[in-house]
């Protein structure tokens, strides 16, 4: 069924259900003209007509969802839709895609791959990850620390094959000198069924999480989402090390080995050709810590803007003043004057945009209730608000909702989990941001100005409303007031639903 259009598989589940056309029309008081329609295909239900009649047919939790996907690609077109797909995907699955080896507890010994003249030929996809990760570790004992890649970002994940253990303190990966380039599409969507740009974006994610830094991506365009002329050239990949190019076949799972010199070289020369010309650009800057992003955003965020936030928890720091950023930054924090002065020109640089859309989670909202912490800053640097310093916050949330511009709204858990691993950032200036936390590791933020992706994420936020997937402004701020007020009263907010 799952191939099925929308007005198929709902012709199917109505006969299933044993409705005629005149009895579903009568129990959901549609007019049977437009029931008609929608099974014919020549029209679609808006959104709170689907639903209700989702909800008179009788399916299974696996046939109402597919139902509801069918409708949104029927809504949306395919390439809309697939795109909404990888970024959902992207979202939910953040902690599984960054969820690597955190390291081991001492340094391994490295495999023994002596470097020999010639040539060697290692089979199997196992077996190329493993063998690339040893002669990494080898470059890396002999203090090389390049490592240049030309692999199909689409659909390989280059940290699965660089070392994840502890060295010195931190990632192995992150004493490196990693550069990649990534192929996009000129074509940003993909009909055939995936959306090639976010998914080369995914993937790219954990080297970024496990590197940092120390990893570059730059991109270049080419006519096709995929395939193409890579399948037919028996090697199309590679990976150039100090002492050795790898060259990887189209399915990774064969790689020869080159020692020659005069081989490297010449492969070092045509990628750096690529990479140093400017052939395409960044495709991701990476920032360490959050202030060093409020200092790039201070600096480039600028102008008439329209900006989208979809977040764990609400961005608190809008909505306090002077005073209470003043409280909000831990004492003894190094520079703390400064950082005042940056969250309050922050906070006027957001105010001042044309257009603010703010989407987060009850779950978040509820916990900065229960504990008073900005989920979105380093615990060493700030401290937890009062009740009544959060009361004030509140308030200010909800005196925002009214102002002109300002698209503030609650994620339907059941239409998207969304938890604090990764957060987006679109603004019409700068491109869009993806923020990466883990309580071990830290923040990770990857800023992305290639277009059509900051353009796909800014779609995604803006079709979240038309898509049913964000609370209505008058449910939006019966929970925001819910909160405030147990707060007022001097009550609990753990267990408020």
Request: net charge negative; with cysteine; charged share 25%.
């Given at each position: 069924?799952?191939?099925?259009?929308?007005?198929?598989?709902?012709?199917?589940?109505?006969?299933?259900?044993?409705?005629?056309?005149?009895?579903?029309?009568?129990?959901?008081?549609?007019?049977?003209?437009?029931?008609?329609?929608?099974?014919?295909?020549?029209?679609?239900?808006?959104?709170?007509?689907?639903?209700?009649?989702?909800r008179?047919?009788?399916?299974?939790?696996?046939?109402?969802?597919?139902?509801?996907?069918?409708?949104?690609?029927?809504?949306?077109?395919?390439?809309?839709?697939?795109?909404?797909?990888?970024?959902?995907?992207m979202?939910?699955?953040?902690?599984?895609?960054?969820?690597?080896?955190?390291?081991?507890?001492?340094?391994?010994?490295?495999?023994?791959?002596?470097?020999?003249?010639?040539m060697?030929?290692?089979?199997g996809?196992?077996?190329?990850?493993?063998?690339?990760?040893?002669?990494?570790?080898?470059?890396?004992?002999?203090g090389?620390?390049?490592?240049?890649?030309?692999?199909?970002?689409?659909?390989?994940?280059?940290?699965?094959?660089?070392?994840?253990?502890s060295?010195?303190?931190?990632?192995?990966?992150?004493?490196?000198?990693?550069?990649?380039?990534?192929?996009?599409?000129?074509?940003?969507?993909?009909?055939?069924?995936?959306?090639?740009?976010?998914?080369?974006?995914?993937?790219?994610?954990?080297?970024?999480?496990?590197?940092?830094?120390?990893?570059?991506?730059?991109?270049?365009?080419?006519?096709?989402?995929?395939?193409?002329?890579?399948?037919?050239?028996?090697?199309?990949?590679?990976?150039?090390?100090?002492?050795?190019v790898?060259?990887?076949?189209?399915?990774?799972?064969?790689?020869?080995?080159?020692?020659?010199?005069?081989?490297?070289?010449?492969?070092?020369?045509?990628?750096?050709?690529?990479?140093?010309?400017?052939?395409?650009?960044?495709?991701a800057?990476?920032?360490?810590?959050?202030?060093?992003?409020?200092?790039?955003?201070?600096?480039n965020?600028?102008?008439?803007?329209?900006?989208?936030?979809?977040?764990?928890?609400?961005?608190?720091i809008?909505?306090?003043?002077?005073?209470?950023?003043?409280?909000?930054?831990?004492?003894?924090?190094?520079?703390?004057?400064q950082?005042?002065?940056?969250?309050?020109?922050?906070?006027?640089?957001?105010?001042?945009?044309?257009?603010?859309?703010?989407?987060?989670?009850?779950?978040?909202?509820?916990?900065?209730?229960?504990?008073?912490?900005?989920?979105?800053?380093?615990?060493?640097?700030?401290r937890a608000?009062?009740?009544?310093?959060?009361?004030?916050?509140?308030?200010?949330?909800?005196?925002?909702?009214?102002?002109?511009?300002?698209?503030?709204?609650?994620?339907?858990?059941?239409?998207?989990?969304?938890?604090?691993m990764?957060?987006?950032?679109?603004?019409?200036?700068?491109?869009?941001?993806?923020?990466?936390?883990?309580?071990?590791?830290?923040?990770?933020?990857?800023?992305?100005?290639?277009?059509?992706?900051?353009?796909?994420?800014?779609?995604?936020?803006?079709?979240?409303?038309?898509?049913?997937e964000?609370?209505?402004?008058?449910?939006?701020?019966?929970?925001?007031?819910?909160?405030?007020?147990?707060?007022?009263?001097?009550?609990?907010?753990?267990?408020?639903?």
């Amino acid at each position: 069924m799952e191939n099925r259009r929308f007005h198929e598989l709902l012709e199917a589940h109505l006969r299933t259900s044993g409705y005629t056309n005149y009895e579903f029309a009568r129990i959901t008081g549609i007019n049977r003209v437009n029931i008609q329609r929608y099974l014919a295909g020549t029209r679609l239900p808006d959104p709170q007509i689907f639903e209700a009649i989702r909800r008179e047919l009788r399916l299974g939790v696996q046939e109402h969802r597919e139902l509801q996907e069918a409708y949104y690609r029927a809504m949306d077109g395919d390439d809309v839709y697939f795109m909404r797909c990888m970024i959902r995907r992207m979202l939910e699955e953040a902690g599984n895609i960054c969820g690597m080896e955190a390291g081991f507890g001492m340094t391994p010994e490295p495999p023994g791959q002596a470097s020999s003249p010639g040539m060697r030929t290692i089979n199997g996809v196992i077996a190329v990850e493993r063998y690339l990760w040893g002669a990494i570790w080898e470059n890396l004992s002999a203090g090389r620390k390049n490592a240049y890649f030309y692999v199909p970002a689409e659909s390989c994940i280059l940290a699965r094959m660089l070392p994840a253990f502890s060295l010195d303190g931190r990632s192995a990966m992150g004493h490196l000198n990693i550069v990649q380039l990534v192929r996009l599409s000129k074509r940003a969507e993909d009909s055939a069924g995936d959306y090639h740009n976010l998914r080369a974006v995914y993937n790219l994610i954990p080297t970024y999480y496990q590197a940092g830094a120390a990893y570059e991506t730059w991109y270049y365009y080419h006519d096709y989402p995929s395939g193409g002329r890579d399948e037919a050239v028996l090697y199309p990949y590679y990976g150039i090390l100090d002492d050795r190019v790898i060259l990887f076949s189209g399915n990774m799972d064969q790689a020869v080995v080159a020692y020659e010199p005069e081989v490297t070289d010449a492969y070092r020369r045509s990628f750096f050709k690529v990479y140093k010309n400017g052939w395409g650009g960044y495709l991701a800057k990476h920032f360490p810590d959050i202030f060093q992003v409020l200092d790039w955003l201070l600096e480039n965020d600028n102008g008439p803007v329209s900006r989208c936030f979809l977040e764990y928890q609400p961005c608190f720091i809008l909505w306090a003043d002077r005073e209470l950023v003043g409280h909000a930054i831990a004492p003894g924090v190094p520079g703390r004057s400064q950082m005042v002065d940056g969250i309050m020109k922050r906070r006027e640089q957001v105010a001042s945009g044309t257009e603010l859309i703010h989407y987060f989670t009850e779950d978040g909202l509820r916990e900065f209730a229960e504990n008073g912490r900005f989920a979105d800053y380093p615990e060493e640097y700030v401290r937890a608000l009062t009740r009544e310093e959060r009361v004030r916050i509140l308030d200010g949330m909800l005196e925002d909702m009214e102002r002109p511009g300002c698209d503030m709204g609650i994620v339907k858990e059941q239409s998207l989990h969304l938890t604090k691993m990764l957060n987006i950032f679109v603004s019409s200036a700068v491109g869009a941001s993806l923020v990466l936390y883990d309580p071990e590791q830290g923040f990770h933020q990857l800023l992305i100005r290639e277009s059509s992706i900051s353009r796909a994420f800014d779609a995604y936020i803006r079709g979240m409303r038309e898509h049913g997937e964000i609370y209505s402004k008058e449910e939006t701020e019966f929970i925001i007031r819910k909160y405030r007020d147990r707060l007022k009263d001097g009550g609990t907010v753990a267990g408020t639903h």
